[in-house]
């Protein structure tokens, strides 16, 4: 295979390259890594071997993420606060991009390495069992327990969505405004009974070390920050999607990026994802941490 060939190919499947990778970590730096290590893999591979390389590519990122799993999960276990993925924003031609929420990437996280492989290959980037077989090193029939197995833990996580993009651009809209005022009986009206509010600050700045839970607690919780941002306002820089939800992005106090995404059920706000580690919001662009 000619190298401009190799080139050509690597390129044309590093976007799906990154997405599986970045699905299995949660992690865009990480996931980069990953696939910048699968390249070299395949730069010093005899390619006239390979007849499928998208399989192949497929094959070394995986594995390569399992392996980067198993150290994840214990830096994980001494991480302060709630734990949140990296904020994915505004898929573009992203094929899979439907099937992965944010609710459902931190459900995700409670699976083992190979069943979290075995769900994503198979459910959501439609690899055969037989082809996952060989990415993972196990017979198809324990894969198909692996996925199988990894659904019954995933399915109350899928979230029930009763709210079009642009309706739930208006809740998040709205939510900015009354949560920035102070107005309580805006945010009353907006959210559920049982609202959960995760935020992300990872011991890096300040955040709440565990999830609010319910409204009362979210309301006491938002009418402290309302003082505060009485002093220290907050600048909103665009709605966007994240990882499949509404939200939008602020700077706040201290030039502190921040995204909050929004769960929405049968018209209020379910749960808020807060993320305000900055090293989880690197890969946001200059426009959106500046303008």
């Known amino acids: 295979m000619p190298a401009g060939d190799s080139d050509a190919i690597f390129t044309g499947l590093r976007p799906r390259l990154t997405r599986l990778a970045y699905r299995m970590l949660g992690s865009f730096a990480d996931a980069e890594d990953i696939v910048q290590d699968a390249w070299l893999r395949w730069l010093s591979h005899d390619r006239s071997e390979v007849r499928e390389p998208a399989a192949f590519l497929q094959t070394v990122v995986t594995r390569l993420c399992i392996n980067e799993l198993k150290s994840a999960r214990r830096r994980r276990e001494t991480y302060i606060g709630p734990w949140l993925p990296e904020p994915f924003l505004d898929p573009v031609n992203d094929d899979v991009s439907e099937e992965i929420t944010l609710p459902l990437m931190m459900a995700l996280e409670r699976l083992s390495p190979l069943q979290r492989a075995a769900f994503l290959l198979h459910d959501v980037f439609g690899v055969g069992f037989e082809e996952v077989s060989g990415m993972l090193g196990r017979d198809a029939a ?8 990894a659904r019954v833990h995933i399915r109350q996580a899928r ?21 920035r005022t102070g107005d309580m009986e805006a945010l009353r009206d907006l959210l559920t009974k049982d609202v959960v509010i995760y935020t992300d600050g990872g011991g890096q700045v300040a955040a709440p070390t565990s999830p609010s839970v319910g409204l009362d607690t979210a309301l006491k919780l938002f009418k402290a920050l309302a003082r505060y941002f009485a002093r220290a306002p907050s600048r909103f820089v665009r709605p966007t999607m994240i990882d499949g939800l509404p939200g939008f992005i602020t700077i706040e106090a201290g030039g502190i990026t921040q995204t909050s995404a929004f769960l929405v059920s049968n018209g209020r706000i379910a ?21």
Do not use: M, W
């Not at 979230?159 to 949560?179: D, I, M, N």
């Open 142 to 149: 324990a894969c198909r327990k692996l996925a199988s197995r």
């Open 159 to 179: 979230p029930r969505f009763s709210a079009t993009k642009v309706e739930g651009q208006k809740l998040a809209a709205a939510f900015y405004t009354a949560s």
């Open 271 to 291: 749960a808020i994802y807060v993320t305000r580690n900055p090293e989880k919001l690197h890969h946001l662009t200059r426009c959106d941490r500046h303008s």
